[in-house]
């Protein structure tokens, strides 16, 4: 089971921290990703991690303002947002599953992310 948090209100420009914290004993054997589904838009692949957390990715919109880690002996993901945008706003999943496959098998409740003008 994931669990995010972290989402909230913030300003154009400002910074935010999303985590994800899995229960269970089998959070190192998947490779983690953050989605985000904006406002009347399909869900959208921001990022994902290697289960090693030995190589990350990131799309092309977010590329330089995101940062995903985790913490294997925390069961725990982490999104650091930065220089966030009005377009920036919405629900954040995160999930677990295989990156290669592009297969994402369990899923979070989401969490909210505002950003204002």
């Known amino acids: 089971q994931l669990q995010a948090s972290g989402g909230g209100l913030v300003q154009a420009g400002g910074s935010l921290s999303l985590s994800c914290a899995a229960s269970?004993?089998?959070?190192?054997?998947?490779?983690m990703a953050w989605f985000r589904q904006a406002p009347g838009k399909d869900r959208e692949l921001l990022a994902y991690?290697?289960?090693?957390?030995?190589?990350?990715s990131y799309a092309d919109s977010v590329k330089g303002r995101l940062s995903i880690s985790r913490d294997n002996r925390k069961n725990t993901l982490y999104l650091q947002m930065y220089g966030l945008k009005p377009e920036d706003t919405g629900v954040y999943f995160c999930?677990?599953?295989?990156?290669?496959?592009?297969?994402?098998?369990?899923w979070g409740q989401g969490t909210q992310v505002t950003v204002s003008s």
């Open positions: 991690i290697y289960r090693t957390g030995g190589y990350t």
């Open positions: 999930a677990a599953g295989t990156a290669t496959a592009g297969r994402w098998v369990n």
């Open positions: 269970g004993s089998t959070f190192s054997s998947y490779d």
